[in-house]
């Protein structure tokens, strides 16, 4: 079999066995986000255990549970016998992952987790396997055949609990009301981080770099202004002081080639009214959504008396590293 078509096959066998553990899917689930929603808001964390394979896929679903609000560790099972079970706290709850349900490393420390006051929730393809047996609540991981062409490496198995640990994160985290503004206190550095903390007010060009004038000057005394800001725009303002029209590089280019007296005509004839702009309180990434949908070099912030207070350059947001 050729490679292209060999990764196929892999992709649908792989694909079929994640068919058939959402049709086993059943209330088990829900008991088990229940039980761990309880234990977070008691403060408890989430213990995972597993070994080979498994054991890695459990070091993903802790980072994940974890970084979505819900405190998780990973145990090993070998060094847990060696004194690392004093990570386990009455409240905590554990989720043992085996897909045989067999393992005997795993087995070996299921009486010293019950020694602490703890619920267990397996992931495993065999329910009446003895880690089953012994848990509090089952999640059925059992799937058609693995990857291998010789049906034994983990291949099937292991992508069903990592979907299923996915699954779980993702139910918790609805079931505690989890927010984006929460997703970010977690994720303060990296794209993420910046993409959900930056406000427009953080990333605007302000004060001598914001190009601001009445409607009542002149298109000469506008391109001044322009030019000691160093902007492509300038937005104009009406007597009040809000935010009345912009006039743009563009325009003046367009309006020249119409215009012999361009220059001395004030900018209440040749601005464009109503422009597009965005709050100083917006999130930074609401600013590149406008960008990405509109044919926009510069965007203008107003605050919420619709005052023009900063300004928004699109070749700012590269350097931001937002984009």
Known sequence: MKPLAHA???FDIEI???????????????????VIVQAVKRRGKIVIVG???????????????????????????????HGDVGVVNDGDVIIALSYSGESEELLNLLPALKRFSVQIISFTGNLKSSLARHS???????????????????TSSTTAML???????????????????DF??????????????????????????????????????????????KSGSLAIVDARGKLAGVFTDGDFRRHMASDENLLAQPLNRVMTPKPICIRDDALAVEALKI??????????VVNARREPVGLVDSQDLPKLKIV
């Not at 080979?52 to 549970?65: D, E, F, P, Y």
């Open 8 to 10: 196929r096959k892999v």
């Open 136 to 154: 509090d609540l089952s999640l059925n991981v059992k799937v058609p055949k693995e990857a291998c062409p010789f049906n034994l490496a983990p």
């Open 163 to 181: 979907v299923m640990g996915d699954a779980l994160a993702m139910a918790v985290l609805q079931a505690r009301g989890f927010k984006q503004s």
């Open 184 to 229: 970010a206190r977690y994720h303060p550095s990296g794209a993420i981080g910046r993409a959900l903390l930056l406000r427009v007010g953080d990333i605007m060009r302000t004060g001598e770099r914001n190009a601001v004038a009445g409607s009542n000057l002149t298109v000469k005394e506008a391109l001044l202004v322009m030019t000691r800001a």
């Open 291 to 300: 960008f990405n949908e509109r044919n926009i070099d510069d965007l203008i």
């Open 51 to 81: 070994i080979g394979k498994s054991g890695n896929v459990g070091q993903k679903i802790a980072a994940t549970l974890t970084s979505t609000g819900s405190t998780s560790v990973v145990l090993n099972s070998v060094d847990a016998l």
């Open 16 to 34: 079929a066995a994640l068919k058939a553990v959402r049709g086993q899917l059943d209330g088990a689930f829900a008991d088990a986000v229940e």
